[in-house]
């Protein structure tokens, strides 16, 4: 024994290496899967280690930093910066090719517009809720003024960690915004203060009979049992895959997951495409009605946006009855955090800004457009796209990628694999362990604040107090040759709708107002 020891010690290292290499190479050569590393013993190798990280490479090295998508060098370092309070300005004037095409111009005032000092603006530069009240034309029992313009977006326990949802509910807490839940049905990670909006879809998880179809009896068990539940979203189709249903693999599905979805543990789990509870358009309505009675809260859908001809039908029965949703969510088809094949993403269903312009023109040409509140989800997490969106009639904004790039995403671009480095979008407890509550939900909150500030600042330079007084006319975008810039007015073919604002302070003072502001006055 102490021979072959003594021999292998005399062995050299690089002839170990030389063993190893062999030993491979064998491999290589009687394998079939990888034509590649077959051709190329060893060497071959390299090709698949480079692919492995070329996300990184070209990342950090090699993309300049506006180019990358789906959100660039620049629109990252711009929420990480804010998040952390850090300094978010730019030197040397502006990289960007201010001449390219759809860039959004912003018109502003000769004389901004200036707060008295008793403004709410000079008293907290964050204040910043939506101009209209959810369920205020229907006559719900518990109609909602969202406290922030800016909010969560629909993102599931599951999608995303347990430590994720938690410190983006806190954070939205500290915010005064609202936290979609997502269709994975309420958790306890919904549940840290902030005001939540219920949200499903074709699964009905949280609110689902045995046999997968809707629970009226479990819904209104939920509200009561819930207090910050303030609205309800009814998710029709969603950005990344519209018309598309989806599978939840059972080895996904832990003792956690499964009560809160109500579902069994380790089995797999079907969302269809279409909705069980209704089928055509009417069905639909008497389906939100029949919500709002048994609930008394806001109901609205959530839709990326296609074909019109049902929306068209939507809008006609709103009118003949009187009622309707009482807010709609219009998702962009760019994709957001829920993962889909790329021919759903990159092809079904219109960007946001066209699917919006499109649905808002119809609601407005059948005189219905102060009624709805429209909240806008598709990365307008920015403050100019914000004023963009306004521009355009949306009310309020929802955002998932940019919220979480602010408790941590590095935009990996994994969300599917649940290998997420941040520990964002996994189910490793391991993973999970690097983030730290008090201190992302502190990011967010200050992600927000920031957005709202920064907004606020355009809106009076604007000449304006709120948002929601923009016009089509206040902002410009980049066409063609023939007439580079032109305003959302001359490009969408529209006008807006005004938005009735008398003033912030009677916001402040709006007995419907969310958040935790009525309570601290």
Known sequence: MDAILDFLGGIP??????????????????????????????IGHIRYMLESIGPELRQYLVANNREELPFNRIERGWIYASAKKENNYEGFGTDRD????????????????KLSPDHPNTLDKCFL??????????????????????????????????????????????????????????????????????????????VRNPDGTFSMEKMRQLVADNP????????????????????????????????IRGVEVGKDVLSPPTHSAFSTVPELLDFIEDIAENTGLPVGIKAAIGKLDQWEELAREMKQRGTGPDFISVDGGEGGTGAAPPSFADHVSLPWVYGFADLYKLFQ???????????????????????????LGVDVINVAREAMMS???????????????????????WLQNGIDIPLKSDRLNQYFKTFRKELIEITHAAGYEHPCQFTMADVEMNMDDKHLSQDMRS??????????????????????????????N
């Open 228 to 259: 910050q539940i303030r609205a309800i979203e009814v998710k029709l189709s969603q950005g990344a895959k519209p018309g598309k249903g989806g599978v939840l693999p059972g080895k996904k599905i832990t003792k956690e997951i499964a009560a």
């Open 407 to 429: 408790i941590g995403c590095i935009q990996a671009q994994i969300c599917h694999t649940n290998r997420c480095p941040a520990g964002v979008a996994t189910q490793s407890k």
């Open 365 to 391: 040409n059948h005189g219905l457009t102060d009624r709805i509140v429209f909240v806008g989800s598709g990365k307008l997490g920015f403050p100019a796209k914000g004023a963009m969106a306004f521009a």
């Open 129 to 206: 809720p939506c101009a209209k009240v959810m369920g205020q034309h229907n006559k719900r029992k518990r109609p909602y003024r969202p406290a922030s313009i800016i909010n969560i977006s629909a993102m599931s326990f599951g999608s995303l960690s347990a430590k994720a949802i938690e410190s983006l509910n806190i954070g939205a807490a500290k915010a005064q915004a609202y936290h979609n839940t997502g269709e994975g049905g309420l958790s306890p990670y919904h549940q840290k203060g902030a005001d939540v909006v219920f949200h499903f879809g074709t699964g009905y998880f949280g």
């Open 98 to 113: 201010i001449y390219q095409y759809q860039h959004v111009f912003i018109n502003n005032a000769m004389i901004p517009y």
């Open 13 to 42: 290292w690089w002839a170990w290496l030389l063993v190893v290499f062999g030993f491979i190479a064998l491999r290589d050569i009687f394998q079939r899967k990888h034509t590649i590393s077959h051709n190329f013993p060893i």
């Open 491 to 520: 490009t969408f073919k529209y006008k807006k709708q005004p938005v009735p604002f008398e003033s912030m302070q009677k916001l402040k003072e709006c007995i419907h107002l969310g958040g935790s502001y009525q309570t601290s």
